[in-house]
């Protein structure tokens, strides 16, 4: 009994930092309709910031909440800031770019803390009125705890009355309910975004600050976090704060019983909620549904033509120039082509999906890393000549695509967004945990290839073969019916059920397809590094195909190509030469964007005024 | 070809829908009126299989489609036009006609030939005959709307349909733009013995084209038959004009 209610006590002063930072965020969804990934960051930015300002300030309650609240405010204000000089030009720009944009924001922010506070964890301590702890049926409770856990509902409560009983607040709730009259707002439109996301990023700060006393700052946290925060807002529902406190709940409640019990569990056991919860609700808890998320935007409605007779010779001659690249350039220089021939895989399936599709996966990373692992696996423990281990990886990757897909096709928007994302997060933490398969953290190693494919040139030819075969599958699929029923789906969808085609199984057959590709990309991916690891499967490296397909441009088909090399040459030369690469990289996301919202290729067949790109 | 029989569809407290009976012969051509609200929307959209009845029957061709979905009604050649004209953006015209002969042989899960390869002699035919021939490569996303809504026409054909359902095919368009669409699916469809259930706002277009007309009003029929007799009855003339006067004589509606 005791153990129960300890635990619960544990789980309800956890969710209070939860439902700060998922408060915010869902405030800031429900007006602007941006889903921001650098919630996170204000979240890391309040737990610096307060370590700044209490260490400053004198010690005592007095200091300690004076930095708490002002750490907030500050990171209010730094939310203001981003939304004036950057989000507002990206209202009218599609969603994706829009989330593309905010990871820049994470990029900078990350190097930025870096700069500013140093690489080492920092840990706050606590003033000594909140330093004890109480007995509860003989087992002691921190007394902060009992202080976070008063923190949530008076947080809740507050909100409750601000947006209830107070002008602005009810000008926020009619936005949230009603898109046309925030375009109706005019100027005093730009006015309540601005406030919202002050308050919003406020709010993250809070929860940030607040976490101090409990865990160090350090410069994981923010997408650690803003991956929770998400959890929480999809499974309370997008834009309800109530919702959004019910579900920290939940989910921590939960966790603190989890880690308790069976450890291994706890990193999976949101992901499963949260699928189990959208499986059944949709659109979570208290969640109403929303509208589906324009992809491209009117950018897509351009018509694609096939490839005519020039581009097909020079396709012809890129490849033939990279079958023999191996003759002229160096160890170093290969290793990176042979990245960027799998990754261009990588992002094509991707594209596939979202482009044709119009279904956006963030988790695309789950299938390359199954693809990988089962590379990986199959060598190491079945001894399988490389090439029949390389078929298992589309085989496993594919599989766990049918059982996805069939949730995905059936959820829009950002909840889509959110379940691939917490299965790739599903599988990311099956990798660490089940260490006696994969090896945990260590990952496997001494994936080699078959003694005939040793050599480099034979080596990358393989490659080469399997990636421009798959890249070209993908291709004549765009073209071939399929690729037109799946554009049909996505451009008129009752047109398409009108004409007997059904838009759903449409979906999830190119969900399937484009997973198995994305596997047999891990798979190659495996072999080239000589080993697996659980970074594959990171949220880092479906963000990493996200960039690359949207670089390149969704509403293009060479777009991902192109995309994958001017990524992994801009990331591969900043790493090489410069120590704030994510600083840089960031910076160019955020200005591509701004500059080309329908990517690379896109805006250049746009200034050609020529379609067949 | 078509039997309706008691459907009824609520939404919460409104009922949209309620017990409509009536029935569409071979190759017949059917307005169905009813001012703003009336439940044609409605009533296409469960003929069709996007709603679902509460209750009801509805038998096509001898088969009961009643709570199949779109696309097995469609596979019962029935063709269907949107009140906004729904065509693939991304696709030129010939490819939306190609698209549509495509999906009616179950053809779509190919990977490899092209699509655009594929059924062109026939696509280019049906394209010629709404008269789309000469804008067959360009993109569907940029074409005037009321060209949208001949290849509305074009792809609905391609399906072989034995009945037609157009919801306010002529919604959007130019006046003189309206009585030739109308005029264009009527004569095609006399040619084909295809079926016509319609809705439309201008009076001129139904009683030019109309065999029969059913009057819907807050869900229930009012009245039916010739254009001449549901024009003569005092019933209609109320809800149209809530006056005397008969109706056609000025454009009822909106
Ligand atoms: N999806 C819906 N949800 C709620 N009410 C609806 C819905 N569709 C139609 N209605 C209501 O049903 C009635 C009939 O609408 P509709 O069939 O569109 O009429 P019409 O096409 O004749 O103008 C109207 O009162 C309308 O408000
Ligand atoms: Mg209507």
């Given at each position: 009994m005791d153990f129960i209610v300890v635990q619960f006590l544990n789980g309800v002063a956890s969710a209070s930092s939860l439902f700060l930072v998922a408060s915010g965020l869902t405030v800031i969804f429900g007006v602007t309709r941006v889903v921001n990934f650098a919630h996170g960051s204000f979240y890391m930015l309040g737990a610096y910031m307060a370590y700044t300002l209490t260490s400053q300030l004198p010690r005592g309650s007095l200091g300690f909440w004076g930095g708490v609240i002002g750490a907030a405010l500050v990171i209010?204000?730094?939310?203001?800031?981003?939304?004036?000089?950057?989000?507002r030009r990206l209202y009218r720009a599609p969603e994706l770019f829009q989330l593309l944009a905010t990871f820049g924001v994470v990029l900078v922010v990350q190097d930025l803390t870096l700069w500013t506070w140093g690489p080492?964890?920092?840990?706050?301590?606590?003033?000594?009125?909140l330093r004890g702890a109480v007995d509860v049926m003989g087992r002691s409770v921190p007394v902060y705890d009992l202080v976070l856990i008063a923190v949530g509902p008076v947080v809740l409560a507050a909100l409750h009355l601000l947006f209830h009983k107070t002008r602005w607040g009810t000008l926020v709730r009619a936005a949230t309910q009603d898109r046309e009259m925030v375009e109706a707002l005019g100027v005093e439109q730009s006015r309540l975004f601005t406030a919202v996301f002050f308050l919003g990023s406020l709010l993250a700060g809070l929860g940030g600050a607040l976490q101090l006393p409990r865990e160090a700052a350090s410069l994981n946290m923010d997408l650690a976090q803003i991956t929770e925060a998400f959890v929480v807002v999809v499974v309370g529902g997008m834009g309800s704060i109530l919702g959004a406190y019910l579900a920290a709940l939940l989910i921590a409640i939960l966790q603190a019983f989890g880690i308790a019990i069976f450890p291994k569990i706890t990193l999976v056991l949101m992901f499963l909620v949260m699928a189990v919860v959208l499986a059944v609700r949709p659109y979570g808890l208290l969640g109403r549904p929303q509208a589906v998320a324009r992809v491209g935007g009117s950018s897509l409605a351009v018509a694609l033509r096939p490839a005519g007779s020039w581009s097909k010779t020079a396709a012809a001659v890129v490849v033939a120039v990279l079958a023999l690249s191996p003759l002229v350039l160096g160890d170093y220089s290969m290793t990176v082509l042979t990245e960027v021939t799998i990754l261009a895989l990588f992002a094509a399936?991707?594209?596939?999906?979202?482009?044709?599709?119009g279904v956006v996966s963030f988790g695309h990373a789950a299938y390359f890393g199954v693809g990988s692992y089962a590379v990986a696996m199959a060598i190491k423990y079945s001894g399988l000549p490389m090439l029949v281990a390389v078929v298992g990886s589309p085989v496993a990757a594919g599989m766990l695509g049918v059982a996805v897909g069939w949730f995905c096709v059936r959820l829009s928007g950002v909840y889509?967004?959110?379940l691939t994302l917490a299965v790739a997060q599903i599988v990311w933490s099956t990798a660490i945990q089940w260490d006696g398969l994969t090896g945990g953290d260590n990952g496997l190693l001494g994936i080699w290839p078959d003694d005939w494919a040793r050599g480099r040139w034979v080596f990358y030819l393989v490659i080469l073969t399997i990636s421009a075969g798959g890249i070209l599958l993908l291709r004549r699929a765009i073209f071939a019916p399929f690729g037109y029923a799946l554009r049909a789906a996505r451009d008129a969808p009752l047109r398409a059920e009108a004409s007997g085609i059904n838009p759903g199984i449409v979906q999830w057959a190119a969900f399937v397809l484009s997973s198995a590709l994305a596997g047999v990309a891990g798979g190659l991916f495996a072999l080239a590094k000589g080993g697996v690891f659980p970074t594959y499967v990171a949220i880092g490296r479906s963000i990493d195909a996200l960039l690359m397909v949207l670089l390149g441009g969704v509403a293009t088909v060479t777009g991902p190509l192109v995309g994958t090399a001017v990524f992994v040459a801009l990331q591969d030369e900043l790493s090489r030469f410069t120590n704030v690469w994510r600083f840089i990289l960031g910076c160019v996301i955020i200005l591509m964007v701004l500059a080309f919202p329908e990517g690379v290729v896109g805006f250049a067949a746009r200034w050609r005024r020529d379609p067949d790109a | 070809m078509l039997e309706v029989e008691g459907l009824?569809?609520?939404?919460?407290?409104?009922?949209?829908?309620?017990?409509?009976?009536?029935?569409?012969?071979?190759?017949?051509?059917?307005?169905?009126?009813?001012?703003n609200g009336a439940g044609?929307?409605?009533c296409f959209n469960m003929l069709n299989g996007q709603l679902r009845p509460d209750?009801?029957?509805?038998v096509i061709s001898g088969r009961n489609s009643t709570g199949l979905p779109p696309r097995k009604v469609a596979r019962l050649a029935v063709g269907r036009t949107f009140q906004v004209a729904q065509t693939y953006g991304s696709m030129t015209v010939r490819e939306n006609v190609q698209m549509a002969l495509i999906a009616h042989r179950r053809e779509f899960f190919g990977l490899w030939r092209r699509a655009s390869d594929l059924h062109v002699e026939e696509a280019m035919a049906l394209l010629d005959?709404?008269?789309?021939?000469?804008q067959a490569d360009r993109s569907c996303g940029v074409l005037a709307y009321g060209d949208a809504k001949r290849v509305e026409l074009a792809v609905a054909l391609a399906g072989g349909p034995k009945l037609l359902l157009m919801d306010e095919p002529t919604a959007g368009m130019a006046p003189a733009e309206r009585t030739a669409l109308m005029a264009l699916a009527a004569s095609l469809a006399r040619a084909q013995g295809i079926a016509i259930l319609f809705t439309e706002h201008d009076m001129d277009v139904v009683f030019t084209h109309a065999e029969r007309v059913l009057v819907l009003d807050r869900g229930r029929i009012i009245a039916q038959g010739t254009p001449e007799t549901v024009r003569a009855d005092p019933a209609v003339r109320a809800v149209y004009l809530g006056s005397t006067a008969p109706v056609g004589a000025s454009h009822a509606g909106s």
């Open positions: 209010g204000l730094v939310g203001a800031l981003l939304e004036f000089v950057l989000l080492e964890d920092l840990l706050a301590s606590r003033p000594l009125s399936s991707l594209h596939f999906l979202m482009g044709p599709g889509l967004a959110m | 009824a569809k609520s939404f919460g407290g409104v009922r949209a829908v309620q017990g409509v009976t009536f029935s569409v012969a071979a190759g017949e051509i059917v307005a169905l009126i009813g001012p044609k929307s409605t209750s009801g029957r509805i005959r709404v008269g789309m021939a000469e």
